[in-house]
T-cell receptor, first 110, second 115 residues
Framework: TQLLEQSPQFLSIQEGENLTVYCNSS?????LQWYRQEPGEGPVLLVT?????EVKKLKRLTFQFGDARKDSSLHITAAQPGDTGLYLC??????????FGQGTRLTINP | NAGVMQNPRHLVRRRGQEARLRCSPM?????VYWYRQLPEEGLKFMVY????????ESGMPKERFSAEFPKEGPSILRIQQVVRGDSAAYFC?????????????FGSGTRLTVV
């Protein structure tokens, strides 16, 4: 069974600070995705990483896929209150389904 | 330009009743996936369907749960004789082709509460 562990589960920081969220597994994934979920809504895809060592940037968000394709990180620079939400990583487990981590609930305080 | 439409958004059922959750995929998408999210947890895969076919139901509980995606109309997730443990948010996603790399689009979910 493929599992993804996210850390930390909860993170509360002040506006302007930097943060990193981790997503780890003992399994290799052919691709990994990061989603953001707002209360009462479905997850929204932020990025897909496919190649080991790949780095993708989305404005102040930087996503990295580990060289061995077993882990990933999300780094946010100069966090803003609008970044508040639940961040989920998900690994491709076969062509038709995703295995999700339990999520990191991020709160950015003004 | 509607996205994935799920209804109802909220559903309250008494123990023992049936719950029917509907999902209309994005236009042009013929692949539908159902996921369940328990409070403070990530999403767990339940079932993958194409039109008139169940492709992978490895995440579905063996009893009381069923899913369909008929030739016409929305995909339906049916839960018979609901119990308190069925209370969760149920999300549907669709994609244009098989494979997560083509991109999932999730609906806003149906929040089922069993009282």
């Amino acid at each position: 069974t493929q599992l993804l562990e996210q850390s930390p589960q909860f993170l509360s920081i002040q506006e302007g600070e930097n943060l990193t969220v981790y997503c780890n597994s003992s399994s290799v994934f052919s691709s990994l995705q990061w989603y953001r979920q707002e209360p009462g809504e479905g997850p929204v895809l932020l990025v897909t990483v496919v190649t080991g060592g790949e780095v993708k940037k989305l404005k102040r968000l930087t996503f990295q896929f580990g060289d061995a394709r077993k882990d990933s990180s999300l780094h946010i620079t100069a966090a803003q209150p609008g970044d508040t939400g639940l961040y989920l990583c998900a690994g491709e487990a076969g062509a038709q389904k995703l295995v999700f981590g339990q999520g990191t609930r991020l709160t950015i305080n003004p | 330009n509607a996205g994935v439409m799920q209804n109802p958004r909220h559903l309250v059922r008494r123990r023992g009743q049936e719950a029917r959750l509907r999902c209309s995929p994005m236009k042009g998408h013929s692949h539908v996936y159902w996921y369940r999210q328990l409070p403070e947890e990530g999403l767990k895969f339940m079932v993958y369907l194409q039109k008139e076919n169940i492709i992978d139901e490895s995440g579905m509980p063996k009893e009381r749960f069923s899913a369909e995606f008929p030739k016409e109309g929305p995909s339906i997730l049916r839960i018979q004789q609901v119990v308190r443990g069925d209370s969760a948010a149920y999300f549907c996603a669709s994609s244009p082709q098989q494979g997560v790399s083509y991109g999932y689009t999730f609906g806003s979910g149906t929040r089922l509460t069993v009282v």
